[in-house]
């Protein structure tokens, strides 16, 4: 008898949605078997069997959410017992709907105006002073509305000025809005919610610092349209160039390709790279891994493929984790510089900003040159400024000089 529970296929998964079950009820089930399509906070991932027997009873169904390690399925020959296990399996949760469209703010009734009170009948005369009249009509009060206060009821000075001060301000009428909800409250995806959920505990806990530098790109901008442009090649992307240079300068400052664990910080040996792709929901971070051993070659058409296969939610369960460093790059949309939120339990991450053509001094001279923005964010628990620095210094240093991104 085998137990099919909801797998944990990220380090930030908490619940799993069941997408689709590839195998019914009675079926044959050999181990290795994939069961079901889960969907995580980051992809739509196959979930194995990891035992033989009829696919006895499915608990959570298609669309309903449990948290991870809870009792979905259970495999079993005809013959054995399975009450035991479906006593104590826990209700499943169907999952919450996509959008919803809150009703239209109703509309408050305006209040009437006060009905006006005229103290001087109409067709009789206002008994008014002259300096009355005239600071009347230089302020807009209107002297029948006006009692007075002077003699026989004449209205004079003070009468005037108290209206003017006591005058309600004139409120100009609300514009006409279109008919419709004013708003839309959208329910959060799996991917936002979880972004929601674990960006406090990264920001809020980490103390993290920056370091800026500026690269000169035009070498590698140079070296990157020549290898476009030959016959039968994958396109180098100014992404798969910066890969290739953290990946061997991480080599050689491993103490930027780290983490914090608590009591002990733990330095990785091989560079497991996290490349930000934005989705339409959320932003996910599949993992390249063992940068440190591709060439740029590879790097190129392994990360395109990762991307692709991000955005269509088909990543394996091996990308969704582990990652010990990690690179966003925003200069696709024209952002020039920006600093990212490190992942934890990664130790640093690398913001990319757009290679953009700028002047620059070139001797005495102002040309122009492209430039690109590298932020580096840092846990100060894992390393100071210095190693921050040096290590950016060296990816600066590759990619000005990139013939030796090609060793």
Known sequence: MTKVVMPKLSEAMETGKVIKWLKKEGDRVQ?????????????????????????????????????????????????????????????????????????????????????????????????????????????GVDLRVIPGSGPGGRIVRRDVEAAAVARPVAVAPAPVTAAGPEYEDVALSQIRAIIAKRMPLAKAPVPHFYVTSEVAMDPAWDLREELNALEGQPKISVNDLVIRACALSLLRHPGVNASFQGESIRVHRRAHIGIAVALDEGLITPVLRDCQAKSLTQIAVEARDLAERARVRKLRANELSGATFSISNLGMFDVAAFSAIINPPEGAILAVGAVRRVPVVAGDAVAVGRRMALTISCDHRVMDGAMGARFLQDVKRLLEEPLRLLA
């Open 31 to 139: 181990g290795g078997d994939i069961l079901a399509e889960v969907e995580t906070d980051k992809a739509d991932v196959e979930m194995e069997a990891f035992g033989a027997g009829l696919l006895r009873k499915i608990i959570v169904q298609v669309g309903e959410v449990a948290p991870v390690g809870a009792l979905i399925g259970i495999i079993a020959e005809a013959d054995e017992d399975i009450s035991g296990m479906l006593v104590s399996a826990p209700a499943p949760t169907l999952a919450a709907a996509s959008a919803v469209a809150s009703s239209p703010t109703p509309r408050v009734a305006a209040a009437a105006p006060p009905a006006v009170v005229m103290a001087t009948p109409a067709g009789q005369r206002v008994k008014a002073s002259p300096l009355a009249k005239k600071i009347a009509a230089q302020s």
